[in-house]
């Protein structure tokens, strides 16, 4: 899975591995549990996937981590991705920069016409997927709303001693970098 998304990452999270920082089996089915998997990741980048019950496999990459925020947060690196059944890239259009924000109740990427380009609720149970002006997507789940089949998110370290947040690969992940076998 990662090599669908290495050509569109930034240039300075190429080649770091991911490490599993957090599972739905394991965590439970809370955005709050999330969140705080994922607090001392906060101020680095992240990879977001989804995969929902019909196995459509979407997600985001986060130029910033997942954390509650009063606003929207983030650059213009964050872009979104559908990587089956058929893989699309979606990437900042400039018309906004409503990439992220976090509150106790919901978790949203892009925004713009009174959508969002991905919502996540506070239960991580359902979540919507419509297209945004941020980065003028389509909905990238098999249905609206759509249902998480699993979730989990993982961090990894460079070598380098840089820590990297992304996220993993069950449904809704977050992870660092140093361990690509999360994906």
């Not at 389509?138 to 759509?146: D, M, R």
């Not at 993993?168 to 992870?175: N, T």
Request: net charge neutral.
């Amino acid at each position: 899975m990662m090599a669908c998304l290495q050509p569109y990452l930034p240039c300075h999270i190429i080649g770091i591995d991911l490490q599993l920082v957090y599972s739905l089996r394991v965590h439970g089915m809370s955005l709050r549990s999330l969140y705080a998997c994922c607090k001392q990741y906060c101020d680095l980048p992240g990879l977001l996937l989804i995969q929902d019950t019909r196995a459509h496999l979407f997600g985001a990459y986060l130029s910033h981590g997942m954390v509650e925020s009063p606003g929207y947060y983030g650059s213009g690196e964050t872009f979104l991705f559908r990587l089956l059944p058929n893989p699309r890239y979606f990437f900042w259009q400039g018309g906004n920069d409503y990439f992220m924000m976090g509150t106790s109740e919901y978790f949203t990427l892009g925004a713009g016409d009174g959508s969002f380009a991905l919502y996540l609720d506070d239960m991580l149970q359902e979540g919507t997927s419509s297209p945004s002006s941020t980065f003028a997507n389509e909905g990238l789940a098999s249905t609206l709303p759509f249902v998480f089949s699993s979730l989990k998110s993982g961090a990894s370290v460079m070598r380098i001693l840089t820590t990297y947040c992304l996220m993993s690969r069950v449904k809704v992940s977050h992870a660092t970098r140093t361990s690509c076998s999360a994906l």
